[in-house]
């Protein structure tokens, strides 16, 4: 039942929370680990001429996920899977990690691909992106399934779990998945599944639609005149969700696939509403939108410059100041932290970054 996995974690001793679910298995994370992560590139490992391009484009990106599920056609379940063995071992990752989208819970080849992937490759993967995810139950099981996983093929360090937000019940028991174990890494949204299971009307993959607006009202003085519209986003709710969740359980939200990929307008606009609601980064589907990720979530090197000057101007970050006619006070420090350690997070990993910013 959906409510059993919860009622357990009630009376679970906190104590135990952190306790391997497997004798042998390493011990689970206490934080999780923030590394850059504004662009999730998807590959299919069981195409020759995209995996033989992958020397090229790891550099670019700071997560190149394995994809084993939607878009890989039924037939090419298998070759996928040993496609992405293949990479793990004999592709070069340097500092970019590799993550894997598995098949559902619920699908033929889900259980497969976990056991070969942690069997085989367990030590070169980092997260493991668990599709359609429901309820805490789903991450109960992945969690105890790992643990046994990892005790048998010897790993020393813990596979982390990233679930895709895909259903209207996984949006009700987002808070609960969140929490369901230290392997969670993260949550992302994926709009086409949720858009299906809400019987939303809209056939895009994310984005807004030219249907969804708000009408101003009318002249009074013309009250026949045309009157403007402004197109909304049908996902700002489930992403302020989402990032309220994660930031309660000290993990990440992710904005997930743009499908239009020849709208590269719109493709940045719906990635700069994620990261201004607080997601650190987004999927790509093709390589055109790599760029576009890696600028959206990295900070304008105008906003550091401008987050550093409040940081400085506040001093030991108590009372307040006015700083070009603005009202600064330590709730804006606290504000600008985040720009500014998100710049040194990012500019440690990317020199051109680093210049722009000046570190």
Same mark, same amino acid.
């Given at each position: 039942m959906?409510?059993?996995?919860v009622s357990?974690?009630r009376?679970?001793?906190p104590?135990?929370?952190?306790?391997?679910?497997?004798v042998?298995?390493?011990?689970?994370?206490r934080d999780i680990?923030?590394?850059?992560?504004?662009?999730?590139?998807?590959?299919?490992?069981?195409?020759a001429k995209v995996? +033989?391009? !992958?020397?090229? &484009?790891?550099? %670019?990106v =700071?997560?190149?996920l394995?994809n $084993?599920e939607?878009a890989?056609?039924?037939?090419?379940?298998?070759a996928?899977r +040993?496609? !992405?063995?293949? &990479?793990?071992? %004999?592709? =070069?990752?340097g500092?970019?990690q $590799?993550?894997?989208r598995?098949?559902?819970l619920?699908?033929?080849?889900?259980l497969d691909?976990i056991?070969?992937l942690?069997s085989?490759?367990?030590?070169?993967?980092?997260v493991?992106?668990?599709?359609?995810v429901e309820g805490p139950?789903?991450?109960h099981y992945?969690?105890?399934?790992l643990?046994?996983?990892?005790?048998k093929a010897g790993?020393?360090?813990?596979?982390?779990?990233?679930?895709?937000?895909?259903?209207?019940?996984?949006?009700?028991n987002?808070?609960e998945i969140c929490?369901?174990s230290?392997r969670?890494?993260?949550?992302c949204l994926g709009?086409?599944?949720l858009?299906?299971?809400r019987?939303m009307?809209t056939?895009r993959?994310g984005?807004?639609?030219p249907?969804?607006?708000?009408?101003a009202d009318?002249d009074?003085?013309?009250?026949?005149?045309?009157?403007?519209?402004?197109?909304?986003?049908?996902?700002?709710y489930?992403?302020?969700r989402?990032?309220?969740?994660?930031?309660?359980?000290?993990?990440l939200?992710?904005?997930?696939p743009?499908?239009?990929i020849k709208d590269?307008?719109?493709?940045?606009d719906?990635f700069?509403?994620?990261?201004?609601?607080g997601?650190?980064?987004?999927?790509s589907?093709?390589?055109?939108?790599i760029?576009?990720?890696?600028?959206?979530?990295s900070?304008?090197?105008?906003?550091v410059?401008?987050a550093?000057?409040v940081?400085?101007?506040m001093?030991?970050?108590?009372?307040?100041?006015l700083?070009?006619?603005k009202?600064e006070?330590d709730?804006?420090?606290?504000?600008c932290?985040v720009?500014?350690e998100?710049a040194h997070q990012?500019?440690?990993r990317d020199?051109?970054?680093a210049?722009a910013y000046?570190?």
């Amino acid at each position: 039942m959906p409510g059993r996995s919860v009622s357990f974690d009630r009376v679970r001793s906190p104590r135990d929370f952190f306790k391997p679910l497997a004798v042998g298995a390493p011990e689970p994370l206490r934080d999780i680990p923030f590394r850059p992560s504004r662009v999730v590139h998807f590959f299919p490992p069981q195409i020759a001429k995209v995996v +033989a391009k !992958l020397p090229e &484009v790891i550099p %670019t990106v =700071d997560i190149l996920l394995g994809n $084993l599920e939607d878009a890989i056609p039924m037939v090419d379940k298998e070759a996928a899977r +040993a496609g !992405l063995i293949n &990479v793990a071992n %004999t592709v =070069d990752m340097g500092s970019t990690q $590799l993550w894997t989208r598995v098949n559902s819970l619920d699908s033929p080849w889900g259980l497969d691909d976990i056991v070969t992937l942690v069997s085989e490759i367990g030590d070169k993967l980092d997260v493991i992106m668990i599709p359609k995810v429901e309820g805490p139950e789903d991450i109960h099981y992945v969690d105890r399934l790992l643990a046994q996983l990892e005790a048998k093929a010897g790993l020393k360090q813990p596979l982390l779990i990233h679930a895709i937000l895909e259903t209207a019940r996984g949006v009700a028991n987002i808070e609960e998945i969140c929490g369901a174990s230290p392997r969670m890494q993260g949550v992302c949204l994926g709009p086409a599944d949720l858009a299906a299971n809400r019987r939303m009307k809209t056939t895009r993959v994310g984005g807004g639609h030219p249907d969804y607006l708000v009408r101003a009202d009318p002249d009074p003085a013309n009250p026949d005149a045309p009157r403007t519209t402004y197109q909304q986003d049908l996902w700002h709710y489930t992403i302020a969700r989402m990032v309220d969740a994660c930031a309660t359980f000290g993990i990440l939200p992710f904005y997930g696939p743009f499908g239009d990929i020849k709208d590269v307008v719109a493709c940045e606009d719906q990635f700069r509403n994620a990261y201004l609601l607080g997601c650190v980064g987004a999927w790509s589907l093709h390589p055109v939108q790599i760029e576009i990720a890696k600028r959206v979530f990295s900070p304008r090197p105008s906003d550091v410059l401008q987050a550093q000057r409040v940081i400085d101007a506040m001093g030991d970050g108590t009372g307040a100041v006015l700083l070009d006619g603005k009202m600064e006070d330590d709730a804006s420090v606290k504000q600008c932290k985040v720009v500014v350690e998100l710049a040194h997070q990012l500019a440690a990993r990317d020199p051109q970054l680093a210049a722009a910013y000046g570190f």
